[in-house]
């Protein structure tokens, strides 16, 4: 079961239910107050019918003027009709703000997510506390979205409760004394009945909050089982996953495994379900029938006596049967609005997740010859949770139009020192500098405009191919053509049905599906598009074919033009298209130079690095010379 923390007091509880409450009150203003008078109508609603019956059957067995009993029944009737009429509105505007209420909650968190520090999005902890709060949103029916219905349960049965004590009150007062009825006038009887109405209740109120609690048990055992469950369940969704099913024919495997895990929730939950209910409902529905019987019997007894009227006998029953589900929804609800106030805090905690990336303020200056040159001064970093460096020391300037070949063995560092270039993380040592000024102090989204990276995981969305190059919704059609074209895809992109309004993938029926390769190349254009000063392309070739690697080989030059440009690649060929060569080892910059003293020298140290690699270079190196004269 999801708990608060421990030390969250009760004056914590009750901040984070107004801060609940605020929180839909700004996403759906007409939320909250529909809930109010609805749940006042609601209530309202069966003492009209009480009430103005009662005052019909006096009328019938008393005086049976028509005049009077005609204007009773047209009174019931359009009270009841306005009442009615009021209260369908008031639902109305609450499902469409239930509606607006859960998309807000869901895009309050979404926008967190594409915001925080990248260094949260990293940790499984941040996903963890997000998937609690969707599984209590779905699966427990908790969490903000939940105070609406809490609320409009709450003030409908406190209602209920002040209204039915109104209607009901003058049945147990007790009457003047007359020896002959003495016993029913009795306010000993009176008392003795109240209190057994109430005992009644909160029996049932008892159970329902044990039933409740078994309930939230049992979701613990099942909440793993469904996690598994669900991930089955997506698998068959995801057309991704299809090719590989069927050639290694995993029907079976995925198939029972499904059902496997359906059927141990099922055995968890509802298989018990049914017991359970019935073991904490019996006896409670059991003791209010008692009580309800002795009830009527006592109203009757003082009708029968002469004490009340027959038409009291109506008002009184209905009232206090009214009492008895009241009183017990309104301790349910107000239980519930408790125990839900752990998943409001878990909604906040998330949203009010730390970025302890240093925000700093100061502008980066806007400059047309791209004067901006970076420095690493001793800069060393561990993943967070690593004992390990994935980067040690590293010293290196990055000067301005220089164009960097990284290489360096899987695992070596080479993305690393691109994430904490774009600040991604953070270093915990050493610092990085921006034409001398530590890049911390710069307004992260400004330092952010300098760089168009490709990375190697890069993403594209299901937008337009246009929308994916420019990144917006308005662009420049020519600019993102030639970008297209420059990065050898525009004929595939000028071939499709809509040009660049073809939306990327199968998710609406225009969409197109495209190579691995065709991907990488539209993920370049965009890169190109932004014209940042800086270019960093992270194994920009992997699922290239190798006329069109080539192609981006020997147009980098020009792709990267009078930018800073930083090329990783597996590829010792493409060192030969860079002036300087950065060479990664287990997170140590082993070698630095340029193209000539690093990769000509056959018994320098970066051949002894990785001989077989060097030795493919060798012998590749010089049919890509032929071909790039060819
Ligand atoms: N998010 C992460 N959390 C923890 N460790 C990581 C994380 N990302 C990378 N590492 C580790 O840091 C080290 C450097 O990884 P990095 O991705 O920089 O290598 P790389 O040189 O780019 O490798 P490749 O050539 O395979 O892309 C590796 O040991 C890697 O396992």
Same mark, same amino acid.
């Given at each position: 079961?999801?708990?608060?923390?421990?030390?969250?007091?009760?004056?914590?509880? @009750?901040?984070?239910?107004?801060?609940?409450?605020?929180?839909?009150?700004?996403?759906?203003?007409?939320?909250?107050?529909?809930?109010?008078?609805?749940?006042?109508?609601?209530?309202? &609603?069966?003492?009209?019918?009480?009430?103005?019956?009662?005052?019909?059957?006096?009328?019938?067995?008393?005086?049976?003027?028509?005049?009077?009993?005609?204007?009773?029944?047209?009174?019931?009737?359009?009270?009841?009709?306005?009442?009615?009429?009021? /209260?369908?509105?008031?639902?109305?505007?609450?499902?469409?703000?239930?509606?607006?209420?859960?998309?807000?909650?869901?895009?309050?968190?979404?926008?967190?997510?594409?915001?925080?520090?990248?260094?949260?999005?990293?940790?499984?902890?941040?996903?963890?506390?997000?998937?609690?709060?969707?599984?209590?949103?779905?699966?427990?029916?908790?969490?903000?979205?939940?105070?609406?219905?809490?609320?409009?349960?709450?003030?409908?049965?406190?209602? @209920?409760?002040?209204?039915?004590?109104?209607?009901?009150?003058?049945?147990?007062?007790?009457?003047?004394?007359?020896?002959?009825?003495? !016993?029913?006038?009795?306010?000993?009887?009176?008392?003795?009945?109240?209190?057994?109405?109430?005992?009644?209740?909160?029996?049932?109120?008892?159970?329902?909050?044990?039933?409740?609690?078994?309930?939230?048990?049992?979701?613990?055992?099942?909440?793993?089982?469904?996690?598994?469950?669900?991930?089955?369940?997506?698998?068959?969704?995801?057309?991704?996953?299809?090719?590989?099913?069927?050639?290694?024919? /995993?029907?079976?495997?995925?198939?029972?495994?499904?059902?496997?895990?359906?059927?141990?929730?099922?055995?968890? !939950?509802?298989?018990?379900?049914?017991?359970?209910?019935?073991?904490?409902?019996?006896?409670?529905?059991?003791?209010?029938?008692?009580?309800?019987?002795?009830?009527?019997?006592?109203?009757?007894? =003082?009708?029968?006596?002469?004490?009340?009227?027959?038409?009291?006998?109506?008002?009184? $029953?209905?009232?206090?049967?009214?009492?008895? @589900?009241?009183?017990?929804?309104?301790?349910?609800? +107000?239980?519930?609005?408790?125990?839900?106030?752990?998943?409001?805090?878990?909604?906040?905690?998330?949203?009010?997740?730390?970025?302890?990336?240093?925000?700093?303020?100061?502008?980066?200056?806007?400059?047309?010859? &791209?004067?901006?040159?970076?420095?690493?001064?001793?800069?060393? !970093?561990?993943?967070?949770?690593?004992?390990?460096?994935?980067?040690?020391?590293?010293?290196?300037?990055?000067?301005?139009?220089?164009?960097?070949?990284?290489?360096?063995?899987?695992?070596?560092?080479?993305?690393?020192?691109?994430?904490?270039?774009?600040?991604?993380?953070?270093?915990?040592?050493?610092?990085?500098?921006?034409?001398?000024?530590?890049? /911390?102090?710069?307004?992260?989204?400004?330092?952010?405009?300098?760089?168009?990276?490709?990375?190697?995981?890069?993403?594209?969305?299901?937008?337009?191919?246009?929308?994916?190059?420019? @990144?917006?919704?308005?662009?420049?059609?020519?600019? +993102?053509?030639?970008?297209?074209?420059?990065?050898?895809?525009?004929?595939? $992109?000028?071939?499709?049905?809509?040009?660049?309004?073809?939306?990327?993938? =199968?998710?609406?029926?225009?969409?197109?599906?495209?190579?691995?390769?065709?991907?990488?190349?539209?993920?370049?254009?965009?890169?190109?598009?932004? &014209?940042?000063?800086?270019?960093?392309?992270?194994?920009?070739?992997? +699922?290239?074919?190798?006329?069109?690697?080539?192609?981006?080989?020997?147009?980098?030059?020009?792709?990267?033009?009078?930018?800073?440009?930083?090329?990783?690649?597996?590829?010792?060929?493409?060192?030969?298209?860079?002036?300087?060569?950065?060479?990664?080892?287990?997170?140590?910059?082993?070698?630095?130079?340029?193209?000539?003293?690093?990769?000509?020298?056959?018994?320098?140290?970066?051949?002894?690095?990785? &001989?077989?690699? +060097?030795?493919?270079?060798?012998?590749?190196?010089?049919?890509?010379?032929?071909?790039?004269?060819?």
């Amino acid at each position: 079961m999801i708990k608060s923390s421990d030390k969250t007091t009760f004056k914590d509880k @009750t901040n984070y239910l107004w801060k609940g409450f605020r929180i839909v009150q700004r996403m759906v203003p007409s939320l909250l107050p529909a809930t109010i008078a609805g749940a006042i109508l609601k209530s309202f &609603n069966p003492f009209i019918t009480i009430y103005l019956t009662a005052r019909i059957i006096d009328e019938l067995l008393g005086a049976r003027s028509l005049s009077r009993l005609a204007f009773l029944i047209g009174f019931a009737l359009i009270l009841n009709l306005a009442v009615f009429l009021a /209260q369908k509105g008031m639902e109305h505007i609450k499902d469409m703000g239930d509606y607006q209420l859960y998309y807000l909650g869901k895009i309050e968190m979404d926008q967190l997510i594409l915001s925080t520090d990248y260094e949260n999005v990293e940790k499984p902890d941040f996903h963890l506390k997000k998937q609690k709060i969707d599984e209590a949103c779905q699966m427990h029916r908790r969490g903000i979205w939940q105070l609406p219905r809490l609320t409009d349960r709450f003030l409908t049965s406190l209602c @209920t409760v002040v209204f039915s004590m109104a209607f009901a009150f003058h049945a147990f007062i007790p009457s003047s004394s007359n020896s002959s009825h003495s !016993f029913i006038a009795s306010p000993w009887l009176s008392l003795l009945l109240l209190g057994m109405v109430i005992l009644s209740s909160t029996y049932s109120v008892w159970s329902n909050t044990r039933f409740s609690k078994w309930v939230f048990k049992r979701m613990d055992r099942v909440m793993p089982i469904n996690r598994i469950f669900s991930f089955y369940a997506n698998l068959l969704d995801d057309h991704k996953f299809g090719k590989d099913v069927r050639i290694y024919q /995993q029907r079976e495997l995925i198939s029972q495994s499904y059902y496997r895990f359906m059927l141990s929730s099922q055995e968890l !939950f509802e298989h018990d379900m049914a017991k359970m209910q019935s073991r904490f409902f019996g006896i409670s529905a059991a003791i209010s029938s008692l009580i309800s019987g002795l009830v009527y019997l006592f109203i009757g007894m =003082k009708a029968l006596v002469g004490l009340i009227s027959i038409g009291s006998v109506v008002q009184y $029953v209905g009232a206090i049967s009214q009492f008895t @589900t009241g009183f017990s929804e309104l301790i349910t609800s +107000a239980t519930e609005i408790w125990q839900n106030i752990d998943y409001v805090e878990l909604y906040f905690n998330f949203l009010e997740t730390p970025n302890p990336k240093y925000k700093g303020s100061l502008p980066v200056e806007k400059r047309s010859d &791209n004067e901006y040159e970076i420095e690493f001064r001793n800069v060393s !970093f561990k993943y967070p949770g690593s004992e390990i460096y994935a980067l040690k020391n590293l010293s290196l300037k990055l000067r301005i139009g220089d164009h960097f070949a990284v290489v360096g063995r899987n695992g070596s560092g080479k993305t690393t020192f691109i994430k904490l270039l774009t600040r991604l993380y953070d270093p915990q040592e050493g610092e990085i500098l921006l034409n001398d000024i530590n890049i /911390q102090k710069y307004d992260y989204q400004e330092y952010l405009h300098l760089f168009s990276v490709v990375f190697q995981d890069f993403q594209l969305f299901a937008f337009s191919v246009g929308q994916n190059v420019a @990144t917006d919704v308005h662009y420049d059609k020519e600019r +993102a053509m030639e970008c297209l074209d420059k990065a050898g895809v525009g004929d595939r $992109v000028r071939d499709m049905s809509k040009g660049l309004d073809t939306p990327l993938y =199968k998710i609406d029926d225009d969409g197109v599906e495209i190579s691995g390769g065709e991907e990488q190349k539209i993920a370049i254009a965009r890169a190109l598009y932004k &014209n940042a000063p800086f270019v960093v392309l992270d194994e920009p070739t992997a +699922a290239l074919d190798p006329v069109a690697e080539f192609e981006v080989y020997s147009k980098f030059q020009e792709i990267a033009g009078d930018k800073t440009a930083i090329y990783i690649s597996h590829r010792l060929s493409s060192c030969r298209f860079c002036d300087n060569i950065l060479v990664f080892n287990q997170g140590v910059l082993i070698q630095s130079g340029s193209h000539n003293e690093l990769i000509q020298d056959e018994d320098g140290q970066y051949y002894a690095l990785w &001989n077989a690699q +060097a030795q493919y270079y060798k012998e590749n190196s010089e049919k890509a010379r032929v071909l790039g004269s060819n």
